[in-house]
Nanobody, 114 residues
């Protein structure tokens, strides 16, 4: 199983980024996919989740600014991040729990700074 995250970068406060996570090696459509983020020295935080049926939930700090979506035909999950704030700066990871294991993507750096 591989999860490949991409789309991070440097953006000014108020800007937008779209992260992508492409999966291989699993029956993608039947699993929930999560986006986590981690700041150095802090615990990894669940940012957003999308279930196999398309239901979504978000941590409070990103509600109304971030949108998670999936395209099963492309085996991909996306995280549209708008109105970015400096406190969104982190490494973002995609994750799934499949076949009784946790699978993590490599992570993509998001830096929000002027």
């Amino acid at each position: 199983v591989q999860l490949q995250a991409s789309g991070g970068g440097l953006v000014q406060p108020g800007g937008s980024l779209r992260l992508s996570c492409k999966a291989s090696g699993i029956n993608f459509s039947i699993y929930a996919i999560d986006w986590y983020r981690q700041i150095p020295g802090k615990q990894r935080e669940l940012v957003a989740r999308i279930t196999s049926g398309g239901s979504t939930n978000y941590t409070d700090s990103v509600k109304g600014r971030f949108t998670i979506s999936r395209d099963n035909a492309k085996r991909s999950v996306f995280l549209q991040m708008n109105s970015l704030k400096p406190e969104d700066t982190a490494v973002y990871f995609c994750h799934t729990y499949a076949r009784s294991y946790d699978f993590w993507g490599r992570g993509t750096q998001v830096t929000v700074s002027s």
